[in-house]
């Protein structure tokens, strides 16, 4: 059985994971990622942070039932998503600040003074 290649290998990613658009930004003190995650909670999304990298993951399921003329219907979405990002050797992870407020995430990571 040949092995798969990486195009079969994200074209199988595409098809399980949602696009969560993750931008990061590199300025002079810091290394900003941020995302619209309206609906997540804080503990569906999991960041972690070392080896010059940074991934952020998360997955967030909603439920929804409706009842009409005595038939109840009940539905389920699942967010999936999972993104990593190399990192300048200038961060320090261990300072790393996680927040999510009003469906905005944001990842901050201050740089070392070297």
């Known amino acids: 059985m040949p092995c798969q290649t990486l195009s079969d290998w994200l074209q199988a ?16 003190k810091q290394v900003v990622i941020q995302a619209d995650m309206e609906g997540f909670l804080p503990e569906e999304i999991e960041v972690k942070a070392g080896d010059g990298i940074v991934e ?8 929804s039932s409706s009842k009409k003329k005595g038939v109840t219907r009940a539905s389920s979405k699942q967010i999936n998503f999972y ?9 320090d ?8 407020k009003n469906g905005t995430f944001t990842a901050s990571i201050p740089k070392t003074s070297h």
């Open 13 to 28: 990613e595409s098809e399980v994971l949602s696009d969560i658009d993750l931008s990061l930004k590199d300025d002079v």
């Open 83 to 91: 993104r990593s990002f190399s990192l300048p050797d200038s961060v």
């Open 56 to 63: 952020v993951g998360g997955i967030h399921t909603e439920n």
């Open 93 to 100: 992870t261990d300072k790393m600040e996680v927040k999510l």
